[in-house]
């Protein structure tokens, strides 16, 4: 795991859990934040809400993981929202044409409002 990559868990009422992860989503983290992911799947979490604001460099380890979790959620019948994308996300996602295979919303409240949590 990064020496700066952090993510904090908290319960988002149901079957939601709201992640919000900061520092250096890359090679290094990318690991960490799956595992963590796929354990929450696996203990009955069907959606996620990951708050990005606090990303400050994304590499292309960390893009492919947030589009391999958003599909294997969906194939599990639930779904991931990515919310709060700081510039260095959004930057990438937008550059790479990856906004449409993602549900990106701009706040955690709008993330639950649109999965009424």
Known sequence: MGSDFRIEEEDAGGDTRLLRVSGRLDAKSAPSFVALCRTLRSRGTRRLV????????????????????????????????????????????????????????????????????
């Open 50 to 117: 990951v708050n990005l604001s606090g990303i400050s460099f994304v590499a292309s380890s960390g893009i492919g993981v947030l589009l391999a979790l958003t599909e294997e959620y969906q194939d599990a019948g639930g779904s991931v929202v990515l919310a709060s994308l700081s510039e260095p996300v959004r930057s990438v996602l937008e550059l790479l044409n990856l906004t449409q295979f993602l549900t990106i919303v701009s706040s955690e409240e709008e993330a639950r409002q649109s999965l009424g949590v």
